[in-house]
């Protein structure tokens, strides 16, 4: 540096200047570009520019839907709001089926698995659940699994209080059933997702299920609601049923057939009270039945024990089927009913195949033919007639055909066609053996007697007024009919069967079991009984099955009646029937023989 403070090379560059040297224009230091680059590289920020500005107006004003969707994904939420199915109710509004509100509780399983121990154990505390399967379900699981369904609401508001990240719960609703085993096989029961699966909920299901609703609420990160939308769609609740049945009724047939069963060491048996004019059902009850409420319930039962079995299953009913055979012969006019008919010694032989009766009755009319439930007199009125006859009676009453009750899983139940039917087969189905009917078919075929010939539909579903019938016998026939079941009650096989101070027609029947298609040993029997109550003015049909009667006791009269008469008396008096039979059967009814053969 000199005196002056300055350096030397700026003195170099005044010199340079003053000589007219530009720094810049050294040839070392300069570098000449093009300008065309400049000018390239000006139009491409200016089109970068655009394409910046033609994005933002596209999202603005063109892709705005789908962005608001897309955000509003990452805090709105669509919650369902499940709609209520629809009530089960008895005739007199009494609840058969109805929902009450519970909970679904389900986890993510990525969240729920940094749970500590202590959190999953309170959780499976209060779910009644293992602890060590809850955690294997939820390693097994990827996105989503159910914890457990139909939780109580209280229950659910103390897992919420655990606050632990990955549960969360779902509103839905649990069927009960205040009935219980009562009217289980009837009423059915509903899955997990509310759905019928058995019964009057599988059959009018359609109808019983509610359509869900939905509403829209804002979440947090943590997945709590902190604003609600408000409901978008409303839930729309199911169509209630109104069954025929009586629920004091269906009680009294439920246990009265429970008693029966158990009394006598039966496997199974089934009931079922009719109106006599309108052919509502009444009451229809098996045993043994289940109970549909609870985790022990419909469920964990097997497949058998589900089954209405006095509509989804069918049998060789015996000696309750010779009224119509009967009734055929009076009203195609070939016998009356003090028609006399040779039964002989007790042993009928039909082309080498025998057909017997209890005892030998000789030379009887039509009507004691009934009376003392003879086999050989009811084949021998059935030979009588074309085998088309008996047939199209048959398909008038109902038989071999699907009832239209609505139910699913109805038999049809068995008759084969008349062009194939040999004599002894004939002869056979005209005491019920070698057709196969249900208990509803045959409570349904009774109904010819009632209605002076006509039989008429069964119903489930309350309704008003007499449906229209089929005509099946003359007028004249049915009374007649009637008359003779009275006096079968009164004098012949059914005298268990009586109800002090009342009038009752009936007819016992007990056949033997067939087991896939043929009869085995020991013997099985099926013991059956039908009655109509007051005969004076028929306002009830009782049909009564017993399957496997156990012990010393099988026949009809024996097993079924006495069920019979328990069910029917308690019947009349719910209905406040007033007696119309003689105060001195009120006051002492005929003595019974304990070692007479009732059929």
């Not at 350096?7 to 570098?31: C, D, E, I, S, W």
Request: net charge positive; charged share 20%.
């Amino acid at each position: 540096m000199n005196r002056s403070g300055t350096t030397k090379p700026a003195r170099r560059q005044r010199v340079a200047g003053r000589a007219g040297h530009a720094f810049a224009a050294n040839p070392l230091l300069a570098r000449p570009l093009p300008p065309w680059r400049s000018r390239l590289l000006q139009l491409l920020l200016l089109c970068a520019f655009a394409a910046l500005a033609g994005r933002a107006a596209w999202l603005q004003l063109v892709s705005v839907d789908f962005l608001q969707k897309q955000g509003a994904s990452r805090y709105a939420r669509t919650l369902d709001l499940p709609g209520t199915r629809g009530q089960i109710r008895d005739r007199d509004g009494q609840l058969l089926a109805a929902s009450v509100r519970a909970v679904a509780v389900w986890a993510i399983p990525e969240d729920l698995r940094a749970a500590p121990a202590a959190a999953i154990a309170d959780i499976a505390r209060l779910l009644g659940t293992d602890a060590a399967g809850m955690r294997r379900r939820i390693d097994r699981a990827r996105h989503f699994v159910y914890l457990k369904r139909q939780v109580e609401p209280d229950v659910a508001v103390r897992l919420a209080a655990l606050k632990v990240r990955g549960l969360g719960f779902t509103d839905e609703f649990r069927r009960v059933y205040p009935q219980g085993p009562v009217a289980s096989q009837l009423v059915g029961f509903v899955g997990r997702e509310g759905h019928g699966l058995e019964g009057i909920e599988l059959a009018r299901d359609a109808a019983l299920s509610g359509k869900d609703g939905y509403r829209r609420v804002i979440r947090d990160r943590l997945g709590n609601i902190v604003e609600d939308g408000g409901a978008l769609l409303p839930p729309t609740p199911g169509t209630d049923a109104v069954l025929s049945i009586s629920g004091a009724m269906q009680y009294v047939t439920w246990k009265e057939l429970r008693a029966a069963v158990e009394t006598f060491e039966a496997r199974a048996g089934s009931a079922i009270v009719v109106d006599a004019h309108s052919g509502e059902i009444l009451a229809l009850a098996n045993y043994p039945s289940y109970e549909p409420n609870g985790a022990n319930g419909a469920a964990a039962m097997p497949g058998a024990a589900l089954r209405n079995k006095a509509i989804t299953d069918s049998y060789e009913p015996g000696s309750v089927m010779k009224p119509f055979t009967v009734a055929l012969a009076l009203d195609r006019g070939q016998v009356r009913a003090d028609t006399l008919v040779d039964t002989g010694a007790g042993r009928l032989v039909i082309r080498g195949a025998p057909i017997s009766d209890t005892s030998a009755h000789g030379l009887i009319s039509v009507a004691d033919v009934l009376r003392y439930s003879s086999n050989i007199g009811t084949a021998k009125l059935a030979l009588d007639m074309p085998p088309r006859a008996m047939w199209e009676m048959y398909m008038k009453l109902g038989f071999g055909q699907q009832p239209q009750l609505g139910f699913p899983g109805a038999a049809a139940g068995r008759v084969r066609p008349y062009a194939a039917w040999r004599p002894i087969e004939q002869a056979t189905m005209s005491y019920g053996n070698g057709i196969a009917v249900s208990l509803v078919q045959l409570a349904r075929a009774y109904t010819a007697f009632t209605n002076d010939g006509e039989v008429i539909p069964l119903s489930l579903m309350k309704g008003g007024g007499r449906p229209a019938g089929t005509r099946v016998f003359s007028p004249a026939t049915a009374r007649t009919l009637r008359a003779m079941l009275e006096n079968t009650v009164l004098h012949g096989t059914a005298k268990r069967g009586a109800i002090p101070g009342y009038r009752v027609g009936g007819k016992t029947g007990t056949a033997y079991k067939a087991i896939n298609g043929r009869y085995t040993l020991p013997r099985k029997y099926i013991a059956s009984f039908v009655g109509i109550v007051p005969m004076s003015a028929p306002r009830f049909i009782v049909a009564i099955m017993i399957d496997e009667p156990g012990g010393r006791q099988h026949y009809g009269g024996q097993v079924a009646a006495p069920a019979f008469v328990g069910i029917a008396s308690q019947v009349l008096r719910v209905a406040n029937v007033a007696p119309d039979g003689g105060v001195a059967d009120l006051i002492a009814p005929a003595p019974i023989d304990p070692d007479e053969v009732l059929d």
